[in-house]
């Protein structure tokens, strides 16, 4: 049966499974670095690439690959490369895919390392990006330029929750002869799957939704058979930056339970949302689930929930926002998402704290805005949690 014919639900828990002749239930964990061959004229042809097989686990286990054709699946892509990161997921696309005197458009809203990884370290090796608005396409077009290669987004993003047009952005890319790349780690294939709307390649960081409990790093890239199965693959089986069998099978276990994940954490982050719209201490809610939200109908299109992050503000800036944080007893006050466990964080004065005043205020982070990523405890008592410090406002 021809994994095509699946439901994604099914694609979670099944694709990918390969038995031994055990006949193990579970996926089994190869926890080998090297593989023996049964001749000298075997070994050859494997190293020649003539036939498929292991090799040497820097670039072939049979554990990491279920969870790259797992993911594959999901995604509806031909191919997939784990990495050790999400942010190794991200420098391996741009090293296999990009050269010296290239260029890249982004997206200003994208996770804080991405900045530094794109400003600093591929600077260096002469590639050059341009950061725009997330959601003004108009931007992303003047942006371009002849040696434009690449345009990268994550949508929504962090921790403004805004959302980004992905086929608009697809067409644009297509229109000037580059990629687009999309960072699909707040929604997960569950939610969202960009290739379907245009986009070229999908990373992700399966340290969040995809493990879901806060166990492990890892990340990877999908896309279709040259770009990603042998470009960026070609990458990772040399320079090495390789997801590790045993995360691999975590991360496996992760896309087991995921679709049953995201639908309630994106139903408990919409109760939660709806729930500080209406309170008085909160002067304004970021969640697109909320018919409020700039880019609702565009989220409603492209996203089939809206995910279990959220922000919210209050008056009284860092004073008043840290008494909230402070008076938590449930919450986890750490910058990490997509855990169980429901997360607090004060983007002003960690994630977003290397930025001046002036550019945070041009980002639109305010000292009074705090950032959930809304766990699977009940809303009940997350509300309660946060109640305790806005009582005191
Ligand atoms: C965490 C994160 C990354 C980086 O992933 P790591 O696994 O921490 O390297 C990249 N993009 C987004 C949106 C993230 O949240």
Known sequence: MSDKQWELETLAVRAGQRRTQEGEHS?????????????????????????????????????????EERLAALEGAESCVATASGMSAILSTCLSLLQAGDHIVSSRSIFGSTVVLFNKYLARAGIETSFVSQTDLSSWESAIQSNTKLLFVETPSNPLIEVADIKALSELAHKHGCLLVVDNCFCTPILQRPLELGADIVIHSATKYIDGQGRAIGGAVVGDKKTVGEEVFGFLRTAGPTMSAFNAWIFLTGLETLSIRMQTHSAR?????VHLFDHPKVTKVH???LPQHPQHQLA?????????????EVEGGREAAWKIVDNTKLLSITANLGDTKTTITHPATTTHGRLSEQERNDAGISDGLLRIAVGLESVKDIKNDLETGLAKL
């Open 287 to 289: 969640y697109p689930g």
């Open 27 to 67: 996926d089994p964990l190869f926890m080998t670095s090297s593989y023996v061959f049964s001749s000298a004229a075997e070994a050859a042809a494997r190293f020649k690439g003539e036939t498929a097989g292991n090799i040497y686990s820097r670039f072939t286990n049979p554990t990491v690959r279920t969870f």
């Open 269 to 273: 982050a919409l109760e939660l949302a």
């Open 300 to 312: 409603r299109a492209q996203q089939d929930a809206f995910g279990g992050v959220l922000a919210f």
